[in-house]
């Protein structure tokens, strides 16, 4: 490899991984146990799973068509809708978070009517927290997919609408196995993003432990009184990612890329 390469990969390796092993070196080893028993920890834990799940699964939901959308369609105006759809990647996430409060809060656009209508309110729920992960992570699932669908073969959904196919069957019979790599590969960034999801989660959904405390809001709470604490709680933020990205890329990805080879 030639050294104007790997200088600066090594640079760039070392930047990435030396804050993350000083989280190792500084963890409290010995008292490792009785922080991790804690019973915020375990419920900060499993809402940050539960909720970050619920959002892949709703920007799968959602994402794939917007995605089709923006690669298959002929809609007029689809640069300005990738934009629109893509902004929550540059927007920072406080900014999305009131943005949502402005919608969906009792005096919002949309929360006013649910209010007034139904007497039901979204801000400081679990559900806030779903909606503010899934409005920061969908983007990554959007560009993903599009991208595989741009980079799939259209003859053989051509093939397939030559033999009466409709297009609701080509996509799930022809497209969707085509992009299945992409979409894998998306839904694996969007839950990523949405476990790490931080500012837009505190400003709609606030810091209530059990109901919208997740693991990065937790790990903010006690960096203010328990340094040891947040130590803690990053390192099992950082195992959970960790894991579940490997195990997800091998059984998924590989799986996946195997199937359409």
Do not use: H, K
């Not at 406080?94 to 919002?108: E, K, P, Y």
């Not at 929360?111 to 039901?120: A, H, I, S």
């Not at 709470?221 to 604490?229: I, K, N, V």
């Amino acid at each position: 490899m030639p050294a104007p390469l790997l200088v600066p990969a090594l640079i760039g390796v070392a930047f990435l991984v030396l804050p993350l092993v000083g989280l190792l070196v500084r963890a409290p080893w010995s008292d490792l146990w009785s922080q991790l028993t804690q019973p915020q920890v375990g419920q900060a834990l499993r809402l940050s799973l539960v909720s970050a799940t619920l959002a892949t699964l709703v920007s799968l939901l959602l994402g794939v068509p917007i995605a089709w959308v923006l690669a298959r369609s002929t809609l007029p105006g689809r640069s300005v809708l990738r934009a629109l759809v893509t902004v929550p990647l540059v927007l920072p996430p406080v900014v999305g978070g009131v943005a949502l409060f402005l919608v969906l809060g009792r005096q919002g656009i949309v929360g006013r009517v649910l209010y007034e209508q139904f007497d039901y309110t979204i801000p400081f729920t679990t559900t806030a927290v779903v909606i503010a992960e899934t409005f920061v992570a969908m983007p990554f699932l959007v560009i993903s997919v599009e991208g595989a669908l741009r980079a799939a073969d259209a003859r053989f959904e051509d093939a397939a609408a030559t033999l009466g196919a409709d297009r609701w069957t080509t996509f799930r019979r022809v497209t969707l196995p085509l992009v299945a790599p992409g979409v894998a590969a998306g839904a694996v960034l969007c839950w990523a993003r949405a476990l790490g999801e931080f500012g837009a989660t505190i400003t709609f959904a606030g810091n209530f432990p059990g109901t919208t405390q997740t693991m990065p809001l937790a790990v903010y709470l006690a960096l203010q009184s328990d340094p040891e604490g947040a130590i803690v709680l990053s390192l099992v933020l950082l195992f959970v990612s960790l894991a579940t990205l490997l195990l997800l890329r091998d059984r998924w990805l590989g799986r996946s890329g195997a199937g359409v080879s």
